[in-house]
Nanobody
Framework: QVQLEESGGGLVQAGGSLRLSCAASALTLSTNNMAWFRQAPTKEREFVGAILCRGGGTEYADSVKGRFTISRDYGKNVIYLEMNSLEPEDTAIYYC??????????????????WGQGTQVTVSV
């Protein structure tokens, strides 16, 4: 059974940093494109960024470009979301998601087959 487990969320002051992790079980990251989404209260779940399993190319939402970085460790079967210069607007539940690597990278939520339970990130002013 595929499982994605996020961790690393918490409370941080504006301007601070956090690193989220997403550990995969029964799913090999080297053959899946992985993405991070987030959902703030009363808002739709939105794309944050993704990383291609082939070549390691990345794509980010405009709102996080230059501040967030996705990386991976195939040995540990884990992906990371490094978040710097955090803003109160980044407050949300952050989810990782997986999509088969043979498919193109997409930013739509419906394009991802597997999801984690999410980890809360709260940025205070």
């Amino acid at each position: 059974q595929v499982q994605l487990e996020e961790s690393g969320g918490g409370l941080v002051q504006a301007g601070g940093s956090l690193r989220l992790s997403c550990a995969a079980s029964a799913l090999t990251l080297s053959t899946n494109n992985m993405a991070w989404f987030r959902q703030a209260p009363t808002k739709e779940r939105e794309f944050v960024g993704a990383i291609l399993c082939r070549g390691g190319g990345t794509e980010y939402a405009d709102s996080v470009k230059g501040r967030f970085t996705i990386s991976r460790d195939y040995g540990k079967n884990v992906i990371y979301l490094e978040m710097n210069s955090l803003e109160p607007e980044d407050t949300a539940i952050y989810y990782c998601a997986a999509r088969p690597g043979r498919l193109a990278l997409v930013t739509q939520r419906s394009g991802y087959n597997y999801w984690g339970q999410g980890t809360q990130v709260t940025v205070s002013v």
